[in-house]
């Protein structure tokens, strides 16, 4: 079967970092992606993980470890803007499966 | 450069009416996705087409949901009869394997049905 979990709400304070969790079983694995989606609009693509390690973007890094079938997504220097659900995502051969998102609130 | 195009945003229709979602995708892209998302179940991968021709459709719950893709820059999701529990918002998305943008599946703005 396939299984992605991640909590479904988490809380941060403004300017403070926060990692947000996410594991899988799935029957195959091409890669790990994570999404941001405010609300009322479409996910947005933020990162791509195939191989182990960190991947970093600015304010945004997510890791990888294949072995254990877990991610996260780091978000450091935290701003009002990036309250949002952010989901994981595994894609099999082409497609994409979803987790169901953690959605973060970030207070000044 | 434009995104994938979805229309209508916003659908309400009555119980047993046929409903009909449309999408562009993005010039070039090969690979298109209908999802569905709710707040109970997510988000949903209903089908996915490679180059026009139906990959996927495992995902689309039952007869009355039907895709086409009758060219690389348009493609519909019907839905007849249309049932309440329909009520969701469906988003198109669209991506290349090729070059760096490989993979990643850019995504329209939705269209939002509500089903009375």
């Known amino acids: 079967g396939q299984n992605i979990d991640q909590p479904t709400e988490m809380t941060a304070t403004e300017g403070a970092i926060v990692q947000i969790n996410c594991t899988y079983q799935t029957s195959g694995f091409n890669g790990l992606f994570w999404y941001q989606q405010h609300a009322g609009e479409a996910p947005t693509f933020l990162s791509y993980n195939v191989l182990d390690g960190l991947e970093e973007k600015g304010r945004f890094s997510s890791f990888l470890s294949r072995s254990k079938g877990y991610s996260y997504l780091l978000l450091k220097e935290l701003q009002m803007k990036d309250s949002a659900s952010y989901l994981c995502?595994?894609?099999?051969?082409?497609?994409?499966?979803f987790g169901a998102g953690t959605r973060l609130a970030v207070h000044p | 450069d434009a995104g994938v195009i979805q229309s209508p945003r916003h659908e309400v229709t009555e119980m047993g009416q046929e409903v009909t979602l449309r999408c562009k995708p993005i010039s070039g892209h090969d690979y298109l996705f209908w999802y569905r998302q709710t707040m109970m179940r997510g988000l949903e991968l209903l089908i996915y087409?490679?180059?026009?021709?139906?990959?996927?459709d495992s995902g689309m719950p039952e007869d009355r949901f039907s895709a086409k893709m009758p060219n690389a820059s348009f493609s519909t999701l019907k839905i007849q009869p249309s049932e309440p529990r329909d009520s969701a918002v469906y988003f198109c998305?669209?991506?290349?394997?090729?070059?760096?943008?490989?993979?990643?599946?850019?995504f329209g703005p939705g269209t939002r049905l509500t089903v009375t």
């Open positions: 087409f490679n180059n026009n021709v139906p990959i996927d």
């Open positions: 995502a595994v894609r099999g051969y082409n497609k994409l499966i």
């Open positions: 998305a669209s991506s290349t394997n090729g070059g760096a943008q490989a993979y990643e599946q850019y």
